[in-house]
């Protein structure tokens, strides 16, 4: 078995290295920490890669659907990461530092979810199948350098003029993972998915370790934009009535959409955050930024990012967080 810390990392330990969605925002940065530490990586994405040329990375374009471009990619490979996804997520339940023991959700708010949960049950039941080791990693809420899902959609909203008051108690709490903090969790995962190793057959939750209330979890990048935050705070499932009922008018008689769709309200007055006890006692993981330490680092490109979709005018119409 491989010794758990970063150092320890070798290039014969995962061989060549195949990442799907090489392109994207956890991909590219996969592929660049990679790099980094000596591996020989192929990149497979149906997007150009934004990566610069570089002599022991490889770059595929197809499509994660084409079996042939699939059969292409995997050829030669011996470890592989898969990032593409199409990101649509909202609602929950109220979880309290869930683990892996919990069982698959029957309620499904959204097709990203739906497909999750379908394909981790058909790759975990694959290890040990002509020879493949298989686990799949849980990761939270991504954020980090190149992020364009979660902190963007709190940009539309705060450009759009919905942001106006803070929704649900301050005590309610998710947890992020920090798009250098889930790599991490990739590789040890990666070292440990070896014969007797740990993590064949396993699901592995992988953040920050840091529950954080959502509002309060953007603030410092708002307030480093030059945004004002609200101060007022009101009743989470006063929100998610009115906008119960205003989804209903909208549906039955034609009334404007809601600003908010009742799940969307959801994911700030739950709580919903999972333990990494499971990676750190079988894959060492640890993260390896703080959150205030990983704050500190993407800042600018956050500012950078919320100056840029300023100045672009958008949004148009966004939903609020």
Not at 62 to 83: E, M
Not at 107 to 129: H, I, P, W
Not at 220 to 248: F, H, M, S
Request: aromatic share 10%.
């Amino acid at each position: 078995m491989a010794d758990s810390t970063p150092s320890a990392a070798r290039v014969e330990d995962l061989g060549r290295i195949l990442v799907t969605g090489g392109s994207g925002f956890v991909g590219a940065n996969l592929v660049t920490t990679l790099l980094d530490r000596g591996f020989a990586v192929r990149s497979f994405d149906r997007a150009p890669s934004p990566l610069p040329a570089h002599p022991r990375l490889e770059v595929l374009e197809g499509d994660i659907c084409d079996p042939d471009s699939v059969a292409a990619a995997v050829d030669g490979v011996d470890t592989v990461f898969h990032t593409a996804a199409i990101i649509d997520l909202m609602g929950g339940k109220r979880i309290k530092n869930g683990d892996e023991t919990l069982p698959y959700t029957e309620r499904f708010n959204d097709l990203y979810t739906e497909t999750k949960v379908v394909a981790e049950k058909f790759v975990l039941s694959q290890n040990g199948v002509d020879g493949l080791l298989t686990c799949s990693i849980r990761p939270s809420g991504i954020w980090g350098p190149g992020d364009q899902t979660m902190f963007r959609k709190v940009f539309e909203n705060v450009l759009a003029g919905n942001l106006k008051v803070l929704v649900g108690n301050r005590r309610v709490k998710l947890d992020n993972s920090y798009v250098h903090n889930l790599i991490h969790g990739f590789i040890l995962a990666a070292q440990h998915l070896v014969p007797g190793g740990s993590a064949p057959g396993q699901a592995y939750f992988i953040n920050d370790g840091e529950p954080i209330n959502m509002f309060e979890f953007s603030r410092p990048v708002l307030e480093a934009c030059g945004q004002p935050y609200p101060r007022i705070r009101v009743p989470g499932r006063l929100v998610w009535l009115a906008v119960t009922v205003w989804q209903w008018l909208h549906f039955r008689f034609g009334a404007p959409k809601p600003l908010i769709e009742p799940l969307g309200v959801e994911r700030v007055i739950l709580d919903n955050y999972f333990s990494i006890a499971k990676a750190r006692r079988d894959l060492g993981y640890r993260p390896l930024y703080t959150t205030d330490e990983a704050m500190a680092e993407c800042l600018p490109y956050y500012v950078e990012l919320f100056h840029q979709m300023k100045s672009a005018g958008e949004p148009a119409g966004a939903a609020a967080r």
